[in-house]
């Protein structure tokens, strides 16, 4: 049977099954939850004889449990059931970056908890911890999660809630997910989301044309010329080019704006 206290002192049923001394030779055993109202928060799990009962069946979710079957309890054990969220929006960089943001996260009830960032690996695995945020305790907004290493390609990361604790890494394994019915499922507490690295601004030129008549165009002397030259930017983001002319000893320069592309 697993409880929870109910605030007034009350031991209610959260979920109950029955079990053969067979099924009970140590091995993970699921119980259904079908009372969430003590989530998120402690409970208890509770072994009792079934003789030991008041009836022939395990309690109903939502019963108190009384004293007499209180007393009865051979063994339990208590944990706390935490609900998270993360959510690792997708966000880009130019040329690189030593740091990502963390748009949302919250565990509750109130513990401390840190935000550590994996690489997603090609064929769809989580990878090593490449950064992880100071400790937190309950909702944030915009963590800034510090990389133990800049990101200089694109692709896809996760961010994933870890207990806080005094090890030299800051946190211990990451928070399980589990299911009503099926217990433990895969995966954690976690959100992904692409890193995208662009490209600096890059100019280059082309088309280079005096008077009109292509590169080997002729400048006369007290004359009014018109030199131009096509200005590229191969970057991914919109830049600033200084372009500057010079024609032997005299030099003139002009600042031009060109979107990336």
Not at 99 to 107: E, F, K, P, R, Y
Request: charged share 15%; net charge negative.
């Amino acid at each position: 049977i697993v409880t929870y206290d109910d605030g007034n002192g009350n031991t209610v049923v959260a979920g109950a099954e029955q079990f053969t001394a067979a099924n009970l030779d140590g091995s993970d055993v699921t119980i259904p939850i079908e009372n969430a109202g003590g989530f998120p928060g402690s409970h208890t799990a509770h072994v009792i004889p079934l003789n030991e009962l008041s009836g022939d069946t395990a309690p109903s979710a939502g019963a108190t449990l009384s004293p007499d079957t209180l007393d009865a309890v051979l063994d339990n054990e208590t944990a706390t059931v935490f609900q998270g969220s993360v959510a690792l929006d997708d966000q880009s960089f130019v040329a690189n970056t030593s740091n990502v943001t963390v748009a949302t996260s919250d565990l509750a009830p109130s513990t401390e908890y840190v935000i550590v960032v994996h690489p997603r690996q090609d064929d769809g695995t989580i990878g090593a911890p490449i950064g992880s945020s100071g400790n937190l305790t309950g909702a944030a907004t915009d963590t800034t999660v510090s990389l133990d290493s800049e990101i200089n390609e694109t692709g896809e990361f996760v961010a994933m809630l870890h207990p806080a604790d005094g090890s030299p890494s800051g946190f211990s394994s990451a928070i399980q997910n589990a299911d009503a019915d099926a217990g433990f499922v895969p995966g954690n507490i976690v959100d992904a989301g692409t890193v995208t690295i662009q490209t600096p601004a890059t100019g280059t030129l082309s088309s280079l044309a005096v008077n009109g008549g292509g590169a080997n165009g002729t400048i006369v002397a007290d004359e009014n010329t018109t030199v131009s030259v096509a200005v590229e930017n191969t970057g991914d983001v919109a830049g600033e080019f200084e372009v500057g002319l010079t024609i032997d000893t005299i030099s003139e320069t002009q600042n031009v704006s060109v979107a990336s592309g």
